[in-house]
C-alpha cells in the first residue's frame, strides 16, 4: 500500500496539471448508504458521515463501506476528507461487539480483516483528514478520530482507548496511532488506565486540536485547518505524513495475519465470550 501510494504521487507529479482540472462531486459508496459522502464544489472537500443508528458501532458493513469510500477519495484525488456521524450524540461506538460475541469464523476474519484494510487506507491516506468529533468517540471511535491528521470535539462528549476496562489490551495499531498523537508518557497513562476523555481533559492532554460548539462549528473548524494546505504542495505534504507514518503502517502490512490469529483467537476463548456476554447485557440494560 504504501508502495501504491509512493507510485500514484509519482504519477500526480507527472500530471498534476491535469489532476488539478478534474473534480469529482459527489459520489455513493453503495446501496446501504452507511457512509454518506459530499464534496463541496468549491474546495473538493469530502465530508464523509458514519450513518449507521443508533450508535455507529463498526460491523463489517459499515467497514466495509468506509473502505471503499476511502478508495474513491484517493483515485479521485481528494483534497482533503472530513469524517463525522450523523448521529446527535455519538461519533462513533467502536467495534460493534455483536462481531465478537458468538463469532462465525468467516465473518470474523472478514469483519478484522477490513477494520485492518480501513486503517491503513485512513492513517496513511496521501490526502489530508481531519475528524468533526459531534459525539462519544470509544474504543474504535477513538481510532478512527486518531487515524485523521486534526481533531475537533463538540463540547461535553467523551474520547478514548477504554479497551483496558472491557478486560482486554488495545490491539497494537490502535496502540501506534494513539502514539502518534500522544506523549509516550501520557499514550501509556491512558491505555494502561483505559481513559475516557472529556471533550476539555482531550483538549488539555492533545488528543483533540480544537473544541467546538457543534457540528456545524466543529465542520467549519475542520475545514478551515484542511484549507491551510492549499499553500502547500499536494504532494510534498502527502510524503512527508506518510514518511512519518512509514513505521506504523509497514508494521501492521508486514504481520496482517498474525494480527489476525491473535484477533481470533482472542475472541474464541470462553472468558472472552463471557466477558462479551455480560457487556452486551450491561448496555442493554442501561
Ligand atoms: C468485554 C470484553 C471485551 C473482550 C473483547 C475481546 C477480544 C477482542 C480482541 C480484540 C479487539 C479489541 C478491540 C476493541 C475495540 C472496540 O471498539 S470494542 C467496543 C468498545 N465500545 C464501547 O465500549 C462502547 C459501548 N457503548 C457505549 O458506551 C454507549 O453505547 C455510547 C456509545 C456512549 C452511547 O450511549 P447511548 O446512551 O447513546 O446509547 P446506548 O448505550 O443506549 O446504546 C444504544 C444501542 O446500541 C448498542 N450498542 C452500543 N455500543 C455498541 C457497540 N460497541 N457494539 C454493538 N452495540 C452497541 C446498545 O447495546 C444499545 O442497543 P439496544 O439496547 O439494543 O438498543
Redesign the pocket.
Known amino acids: 500500500m504504501i508502495r501504491n501510494s509512493i507510485n500514484l504521487l509519482t504519477k500526480k507529479l507527472i500530471s498534476s496539471t491535469s489532476c488539478q482540472r478534474t473534480r469529482m462531486r459527489c459520489f455513493s459508496s453503495g446501496a446501504t448508504n452507511l457512509v454518506d459522502v459530499n464534496v463541496n464544489d468549491k474546495t473538493g472537500i469530502a465530508v464523509v458521515t458514519l450513518n449507521r443508528p ?2 455507529n ?2 460491523n463489517l458493513e459499515l467497514l466495509t463501506d468506509l473502505s471503499k469510500t476511502l478508495d474513491e477519495l484517493e483515485s479521485n484525488r481528494s483534497k482533503g476528507m472530513i469524517l463525522t456521524s450523523s448521529s446527535k ?2 461519533f462513533s ?6 462481531e ?1 460475541y458468538n463469532p462465525e469464523p468467516e465473518r470474523s476474519k472478514a469483519f478484522w480483516t477490513a477494520l485492518q484494510d480501513v486503517w491503513l487506507k485512513l492513517y496513511g491516506s496521501p490526502y489530508p483528514t481531519a475528524a468533526a468529533i459531534n459525539g ?1 468517540s ?4 477513538c ?1 478512527l478520530a486518531i487515524c485523521c491528521e486534526y481533531r475537533v470535539m463538540v463540547n461535553d462528549f467523551t474520547i478514548g482507548l ?2 483496558t476496562r ?3 489490551s ?2 497494537s495499531f ?1 496502540i501506534s496511532s494513539f502514539r502518534n498523537v500522544l506523549s509516550t508518557r501520557e499514550a501509556e497513562k491512558a491505555l494502561t488506565l483505559g481513559t475516557m476523555f472529556s471533550s476539555d481533559e482531550a483538549l488539555k492532554v492533545g488528543l483533540v486540536d480544537e473544541i467546538a460548539t457543534d457540528k456545524a462549528d466543529s465542520i467549519n473548524k475542520c475545514e478551515n485547518f484542511l484549507l491551510e494546505f492549499k499553500k502547500v504542495s499536494s504532494m510534498a505534504r502527502a510524503f512527508t505524513k506518510q514518511s512519518l507514518r512509514k513505521k506504523d503502517l509497514e508494521e501492521l502490512e508486514n504481520n496482517r495475519e498474525q494480527d489476525l490469529q491473535l ?1 481470533l483467537f ?2 474464541n476463548q470462553p472468558i ?1 465470550q463471557k ?2 456476554g ?3 447485557q450491561s ?2 440494560k ?1
Open positions: 443508533p450508535v458501532s463498526l450524540t455519538v461506538a467502536g467495534l460493534d461487539i455483536l465478537m462519544h470509544p474504543a474504535g471511535g481510532l477504554n479497551e472491557l478486560g482486554i488495545a490491539p490502535f484477533f482472542a475472541i472472552v466477558g462479551l455480560a457487556y452486551i448496555l442493554k442501561k
